[in-house]
């Protein structure tokens, strides 16, 4: 039986039992990157190689943030996956001084088969307009078979598993006390509406669902005939006019067009055997990818693996964003779950985060930026003292680096 293992719920507090999709906490088959809380770091220059310390914390008290993005304006926009009440997910801006707002709340989040919420995941930004990640939710169950997923009758939401597109003025960013999104309003967008919402004070902000990925697809066993493979999406990069995802759940990256929303499979990634813990999980290491940048005209795309996460197991690679070939970039890490390039003077430098270290399996140890001045050189530490961080963006103009932690619900710094 394979390991299914997904990034938004392999980071678990809790080790996963199953299989696993992403990276969350849970079963191994169904495992999500549910990290526990938003710690964003501001990291020292590229050129860097001493540690940073422990950062200085920014804002504490995120609801399970995953995702980071960075506006023009310098703040940091925080996709939050929420709490256990349903379709808590939330997006909100944080300034470089800590000051938290609320751009959009009551975005669509669950609780699924692996007992954490999931909800928004990876964001992003160019000009004006925000694209956020909809993740897995409680779209899937838990099956009677461990680590397997039954579809859910009745989800919270009919827009998990979906790319939006938030328009939203400079005006907005500034001084907005918050939207709230409706269910009335997902289900407008679930069939094609654009939403727009207004605060009464003049201000507005325009939604749109820019693709819809199937929630699940059929992955039967003889005896559990209505088992199936959920859909996860975890990251994600603009290139151009094209959107490229990452899906934990479905070990793929979809390209989707984000004029027309088309989409397709640009590349697929297999199972390694599970060598190292033979007696953990399955026997099958699933890819589970998570961090996706852009670089050269390449796409990079970090592979985090399932259970039981054995070390030395987890790679960058590159990828061919027309022909979907793929070829190893930087290999023998653990639980790699996000990559920045970095700019002049740095070029041809690479940031990696490492949602947690350490040689056994699952979590033993604490989440790590590495620093390869090359992608064939040896890593410097630039951090060691994350608890299961899950993404990270560089200001370019100051040289630093906010990261989201997930068991802290913190935003740091690190300069």
């Known amino acids: 039986m394979s390991s299914h293992v997904d990034p938004s719920r392999t980071l678990a507090v809790v080790p996963p039992r199953g299989r696993g999709r992403l990276v969350s906490a849970g079963r191994a088959a169904a495992t999500r990157l549910a990290v526990a809380g938003a710690l964003v770091l501001a990291l020292v220059a590229a050129e860097a190689s001493a540690q940073l310390g422990p ?54 989040s669950g609780i699924g088969d692996v007992g954490d919420p999931s909800g928004p995941s990876g964001v992003i930004i160019r000009g004006r307009t925000a694209y956020l990640l909809i993740g897995i939710g409680d779209s899937a169950l838990a099956a009677p078979v461990p680590g397997r997923q039954l579809p859910n009758p009745n989800p919270s939401s009919p827009i998990f598993s979906s790319v939006l597109a938030i328009h939203f003025s400079a005006a907005v960013e500034k001084t907005t006390a918050g939207f709230t999104l409706s269910q009335a309003d997902q289900e407008a967008l679930a069939a094609g509406e654009t939403v727009t919402l207004s ?28 088992i199936v493979r959920s859909s996860n999406p975890f990251s994600l990069v603009l290139v151009a006019d094209q959107l490229y995802v990452t899906d934990g759940g479905r070990n793929l990256v979809w390209k989707v067009d984000v004029s027309s929303g088309d989409f397709a499979a640009l590349a697929e990634f297999p199972t390694i055997p599970n060598s190292l813990f033979p007696g953990v999980g399955g026997p099958e290491t699933e890819a ?64 990696v985060l490492q949602h947690s270290s350490g040689d056994g399996p699952f979590f033993p ?10 992608a064939s050189a ?23 680096i906010y990261v989201a932690e997930l068991l802290t619900g913190r935003l740091a710094a690190f300069r």
């Open 199 to 226: 605060n009464g004070g003049g201000d507005s902000v325009t939604i749109e669902l820019v693709a819809d990925f199937p929630d699940h697809i059929p992955n039967p066993l003889p005896e559990f005939p209505e």
């Open 55 to 108: 950062g200085t914390t920014v804002v504490s008290d995120l609801r399970r943030p995953i995702g980071l993005a960075l506006s023009n304006q310098g703040n940091v926009l925080v996709s939050e996956t929420g709490t256990p009440t349903p379709n808590s997910g939330r997006l909100s801006i944080v300034s470089p001084g800590g000051a938290r707002r609320t751009l959009l709340d009551g975005l669509p």
């Open 365 to 374: 140890g604490p989440g790590l930026v590495l620093r390869f001045p090359s």
């Open 288 to 351: 589970v990818p998570t961090g996706i940048a852009y670089d050269d005209g390449q796409l990079l795309v970090t592979l985090f693996r399932g259970v039981p996460f054995p070390p030395g197991t987890s790679v960058v690679l590159r990828i061919d964003p027309a022909t979907g070939a793929q070829e190893p970039f930087i290999t023998g890490l653990k639980t790699a779950i996000d990559i920045v390039p970095e700019p002049p003077p740095a070029k041809g430098s690479y940031l």
């Open 378 to 400: 040896p890593a410097e530490t630039l951090a060691d003292c994350l608890e299961r961080p899950t993404s990270m963006v560089l200001d370019e103009k100051t040289g630093t």
